[in-house]
């Protein structure tokens, strides 16, 4: 009788006495002579494979000391129990080893590159260079069979929800998402062109006028930006959209899929999310993706710095900005040193400097101490709510850079005063985010989400007079600093979609020509229509507990847009070019 393959890593103690068959790769091989050690290894794991000349045929244990790292074996034997003093709590086939009686070369290997272990000292770019290898390593595999089920159950929670998975197109026209498009040549139509979309944004919203009423995808998105750390060209979105909803039952459907999701990495998450305004989520942590693992609270000195003739507040306040303070319990052991980094970390995130208060023993120290009066200095320390041993950063600034600096701050600070309890994950929904944003460049208004996000009724009067004022009916989820989506209830009527545009400054023309489409279905009987987007790579990150969000991406890019496995973006064939339409260039002299 042949025996059927047996998953190696789901051994066990049971198992002892069975005949097995295993294939998979050698992970290492120990050679003692009489006696050697392989380590098999296949997608379930590891187990011992004990080649020994004194009770296996001659022919494995010759086999077997041929055997190198990376080959890939079948192997027949016996499951027996490890001796006293051999069993191997680190792995959990550790309590057996297998007995070989045959071994068999399916493919050999080279030697690798780097040795395929979860601890390795290979480079990033070495791993990416041989992904294959490195997807061998066992955390590898480990974060994409949670990423397959988080996907998976994300599918299931949506499905029985009744929405419907719906595929949209990859080759498109273009999707505003504030990012550049990935273009792709027509051969057909000469001298037109395919973006790839930045999301399923304007397709989704079609699928509700369609009739559809609940759609998702795990859609794939493509946006042509810089490369901060960790972005990717290519990204893997939960895209939803629900016809009639209020913010409501998108935060609902999303909870209940992120309960789930997280719950395949035994990460408990309670709902519902706390909520907060976009304002509040400003006032209090200078950030509109805030950690909430730790309080820390910013707070609004201006009131107390008005009048102070202190030349700093003046300015700011003078010119339409404000004076926030972080008060740091604890916090005035810091050292003068720490502190001007803290000055210069502000100052990289645009504030003109950093003002700092220490009390100490019923003593305050600052360097703007003698530029204040003591009534004065009381004032801001007790709207601060200082005491003793506290040290208070201040900021007088634009708004805009005093919530940046202070928002970095208040991390930098947590951190430092182990604040950040590693094991929480902090849910939120951060609301009500204005509608448009100013370009001081272009002098412009532009969409913060994207020009389909619905204003809020109440707001609608003042969209022409105070563009600015306006608040968008969008939300976004976050965890732990993290933005992990964010969507909105659309405009679902074409006199406020067109009026939206004018104040983008899409004249009529242009947004016929770019969104006509939407323009037209609108006329069409459009329902009340919202949805929102989650970055699949993003949780997948998160719940793997992931570094990088290149670990739980198969092929991923590095930071300059390189596949360094197939060395994309690589030349292509001048006949390729020249059926595009395009002349190839020209080779370069020598
Ligand atoms: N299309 C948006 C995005 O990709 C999400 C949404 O508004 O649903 O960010």
């Known amino acids: 009788m042949t025996l059927a393959r047996q998953p190696a890593g789901a051994l066990r103690d049971a198992d002892a006495g069975k005949k097995v ?5 050698v992970a290492r091989r120990r050679d003692l002579g009489e006696l050697i050690f392989l380590t098999l290894r296949d997608r379930s794991g590891l187990v011992q494979v004990v080649f020994d000349r004194a009770r296996c045929p001659t022919a494995a244990v010759d086999a077997a000391s ?3 790292s990376e080959d890939v074996v079948a192997i027949e034997g016996q499951v027996v129990p490890r001796a006293e003093g051999q069993r191997n709590r680190d792995l959990a086939t550790g309590e057996i080893e297998v007995l070989a009686s045959r071994l068999e070369f399916l493919a050999r290997s080279e030697t690798p590159p780097f040795t395929v272990e979860d601890r390795t000292n290979a480079t990033e770019e070495l791993r990416l260079e041989y992904r294959y290898l490195d997807l061998r390593r066992p955390v590898m595999q480990k974060n994409f069979v949670l990423r397959d089920e988080i996907a998976f159950r994300v599918r299931k929670v949506l499905h029985e929800r009744g929405f419907l998975e719906v595929e949209t197109p990859m080759l498109t026209r273009s999707t505003p998402e504030g990012a550049r498009d990935f273009l792709v040549p027509s051969r057909v139509h000469r001298g037109q062109w395919y973006a790839l979309p930045q999301s399923p944004q304007l397709f989704k919203q079609i699928l509700m006028m369609s009739g559809f009423e609940r759609y998702f995808q795990i859609a794939r998105c493509f946006r042509d930006e810089d490369l901060r750390a960790d972005r990717q060209f290519e990204f893997t979105q939960i895209d939803l959209e629900l016809s009639f909803p209020t913010e409501e039952d998108v935060f609902d459907v ?55 003739g202190f030349a700093p507040f003046e300015k700011a306040l003078g010119s339409g900005g404000t004076v926030r303070g972080l008060r740091v319990p604890g916090g ?25 208060f220490k009390k100490a023993a019923g003593e305050v120290t600052s360097p703007a101490k003698k530029a ?7 004032g801001l320390l007790s709207r601060a709510g200082v005491e003793d041993g506290d040290l208070l950063l201040v900021v007088a600034d634009k708004e805009k850079a005093a919530f940046a600096a202070l928002a970095q701050l208040r991390a930098e600070a947590a951190r430092e005063l182990k604040l950040v309890d590693e094991s929480r994950y902090a849910f939120c929904w951060v609301t009500e985010f204005p509608l448009l944003g100013f370009d001081e460049e272009t002098r412009k208004w532009f969409p913060m989400n994207h020009p389909f996000t619905g204003p809020r009724e109440e707001d609608l009067e003042r969209l022409e007079s105070d563009p600015g004022s306006v608040r968008a009916r969008a939300y976004d989820v976050v965890v732990n600093g993290w933005e992990l989506g964010s969507g909105s209830i659309r405009i679902h009527r074409g006199d406020l979609q067109e009026r939206v545009f004018r104040v983008l400054g899409i004249g009529e023309a242009e947004g016929r020509e770019r969104f006509g489409f939407l323009l037209e279905a609108l006329k069409y009987g459009a329902p009340p229509h919202g949805g929102i987007a989650l970055g699949l790579d993003r949780i997948c990150a998160i719940a793997a507990g992931a570094t990088s969000l290149r670990d739980v991406i198969a092929f991923p890019k590095t930071t300059s847009g390189i596949d360094l496995m197939t060395k994309a973006p690589a030349a292509v064939f001048p006949e390729q070019l020249r059926e595009l339409g395009f002349e190839p260039p020209k080779p370069r002299e020598r």
């Open 254 to 308: 999303v909870e209940a899929f992120l309960v789930e999701a997280f719950a395949a990495a035994n990460i408990p998450v309670t709902r519902p999310f706390p909520r907060l305004t976009f304002r509040e989520a400003m006032d209090r942590y200078g950030t509109d993706r805030p950690d909430l693992r730790y309080d820390l609270e910013l707070c609004d000195l201006s009131a107390a710095a008005a009048g102070t």
């Open 332 to 356: 005035a052991p810091f050292s003068r040193k720490r502190l001007d980094e803290l000055t210069e970390k502000a100052r990289e995130h645009g504030a003109g400097g950093l003002l700092w």
């Open 372 to 378: 204040l009066t003591s009534p004065q200095l009381e």
């Open 21 to 25: 068959l295993l294939k998979g790769w």
């Open 66 to 68: 041929d055997a190198r």
